[in-house]
Every structure is written in structure tokens, then in C-alpha cells.
């Protein structure tokens, strides 16, 4: 029905950037909030950024002022633009979409998933 695409991500020194790119396709009427979420190994899933319909965006504070989220509508895409990367950034990040889809179900979809890597 709805499908995420995510890409981006790879390994990159610390200091440096990233910018992770997440598509969404299928029987799409609207998305609300779009986000990104990470999983480093043994660490819980947390939240990194998020932007609402309207723009609003939230960040968890260990990425504040280094991560920006943004998203372009006609396209059903998200990005995360990453800087000043550091070695506690390296996990699996996923997108997450809230979709209404065209039959008016409401979910979550998630991306596959995509390895970001920060070297010391």
C-alpha cells in the first residue's frame, strides 16, 4: 500500500555529513508528521528529529544544533541533514511516516532502515 524508501547513509569520519533521504509511494492521499528514529546495538529506539504537516520541527537535545529535518511535499520526501557528526551518532536510523492513505486507513509506516557509521 505505502512504501518508504530510505538512502544516504554510509560510513563517515567524525565531524563530518551525512544527509539521509526518505521517499514515500503508494496510495498516498496525505502524511502528517514525518520523522526519524535510530537504533544503536543494544540502546532502545529513540526519536532524532521530527516535522510536522505544518513544519514544526523537534529534535532529542544530543542532536540539536547539529541535525536539521525537512521535508518537500510534492515529493512525499523527508531529509535529515547531518553535521558534526560524532561516534555516538552511529546506529540504524529509520524513517517513520504518518500516512493517511487513499482508502482513509491511518498508519505508521517504516522505512527498511539505513546504517549510519561515524568513525573516531
Known amino acids: 500500500q505505502v512504501q518508504l524508501v530510505e538512502s544516504g547513509g554510509g560510513l563517515v569520519q567524525s565531524g563530518g555529513s551525512l544527509r539521509l533521504s526518505c521517499s514515500a509511494s503508494g496510495s498516498i492521499f496525505r502524511i502528517n508528521a514525518m520523522g526519524w528514529y535510530r537504533q544503536a546495538p543494544g540502546k532502545e529506539r529513540e526519536l532524532v528529529a521530527g516535522v510536522t504537516s505544518g513544519d514544526s520541527t523537534n529534535y532529542a537535545e544530543s542532536v540539536k544544533g547539529r541535525f536539521t529535518i525537512s521535508r518537500d511535499n510534492a515529493k512525499n520526501t523527508v531529509y535529515l541533514q547531518m553535521n558534526s557528526l560524532k561516534p555516538e551518532d552511529t546506529a540504524v536510523y529509520y524513517c517513520?511516516?504518518?500516512?493517511?492513505?487513499?482508502?482513509?486507513?491511518?498508519?505508521?509506516?517504516w522505512g527498511q532502515g539505513t546504517q549510519v557509521t561515524v568513525s573516531s
Open positions: 517513520n511516516a504518518d500516512v493517511i492513505a487513499r482508502s482513509g486507513l491511518r498508519h505508521d509506516y
